[in-house]
């Protein structure tokens, strides 16, 4: 669909997916103003009141280089919210994005009409993720504006269905916005994003080894040296099943090959589950795209790249029709 103001103004057709602890505003105003939506998960933001302060200075710098650069404007930014109940800041978080009118949220982890229904209000676009099409049904049915169908070999928590699949049975009943994850790393994924019916390709794993990102270098390392056959499904972390770095498991002294399962009642993101290594801070997310990660470069260097890559996929496409 014909993308709204102000997302009409962007470089290349790509979210920067919200990544836990990572995602700060240095990464985020970089990827704006190389002209992809910045994203940052709220709870990223600690204590409670630097929030505020984070979404002043994302808000400040982007408004300043759109005056200095007229012919070539950041793009927008989002906030993931988590909305589940172990997040005792969500309506305390709700109230600061609505203050800055932040102009995209992601939620996550709950489907809430309150939470979209607010963020229509102040002129906002909300996004929920999902893992398939029953979910999907629920969140539109309750407000949300767009989806994110977070398919197979997505970075983090993840579903299993192909990205296929998941994106024919939602565009068969709705015609709104679609963010597609799961895997994209790639100039040419992001076309095929397009052409499976998504409007954004959401990317993740890629932002990790990058300058900007605030991950330890040897997270980054291991994000460059990584295939796709060295990521691991399992719910043993948060009570939810995701995408993690096997050398990550295997320093923290677990076998890959034999974790045990999680409660998924007992859903905790700042632990590790039943082990004493701590999801995210010693266990590291990232999706099956990571054999697409070659260096640790700038965030500006990665989207040129993979406008590079788009492009000379378009090209190559039309010469084939």
Not at 53 to 82: F, G, K, M, S
Not at 93 to 106: F, H, S
Not at 167 to 194: D, T, Y
């Amino acid at each position: 669909m014909a993308l709204p103001a102000p997302f009409d103004r962007m470089r290349l057709p790509v979210i920067g997916s919200p990544l836990f602890i990572i995602s700060g505003p240095d990464l985020v105003i970089a990827q704006c103003k190389a002209g992809i939506i910045g994203s940052f998960p709220a709870l990223n933001a600690r204590p409670s009141g630097v929030l505020d302060e984070w979404l002043h200075r994302i808000t400040e710098e982007l408004a300043a280089h759109n005056r200095d650069n007229p012919d070539r404007p950041a793009a927008p930014y989002a906030v993931n919210q988590i909305v589940h109940r172990s997040n005792d800041r969500l309506e305390e978080d709700m109230e600061v994005c609505a203050k800055w009118q932040v102009p995209m949220v992601i939620t996550s982890l709950g489907a809430r009409e309150d939470i979209f229904s607010a963020v229509t209000k102040w002129g906002g676009i909300s996004l929920h993720d999902v893992i398939n099409d029953r979910f999907a049904r629920k969140a539109i049915e309750k407000g949300a504006t767009g989806l994110i169908p977070v398919a197979a070999g997505a970075g983090g928590h993840a579903g299993v269905q192909s990205p296929f699949a998941l994106m024919q049975e939602i565009r068969s009943w709705f015609g709104g916005l679609v963010a597609l994850s799961g895997s994209i790393a790639h100039g040419r994924s992001v076309l095929a994003a397009q052409a499976m019916g998504a409007d954004f390709a959401y990317i993740g794993s890629p932002w990790i080894a990058t300058v900007e990102a605030n991950a330890d270098q040897d997270y980054k390392d291991e994000i460059v040296a990584s295939k796709a056959a060295d990521i691991v499904y399992s719910n043993l972390f948060t009570g939810v099943h995701g995408n993690y770095l096997r050398g990550s498991i295997v320093k923290a002294g677990l076998d890959p090959e034999n974790l045990p399962e999680s409660d998924p009642s007992k859903m905790n993101f700042g632990s590790g589950g039943n082990t004493k290594a701590k999801a995210w801070k010693d266990i590291w997310g990232s999706g099956q795209g990571v054999g697409m990660v070659d260096a640790v470069d700038t965030v500006a260097d990665r989207v040129d790249r993979l406008e590079q890559e788009y492009l000379a996929a378009k090209q190559e496409l039309a010469e084939k029709s």
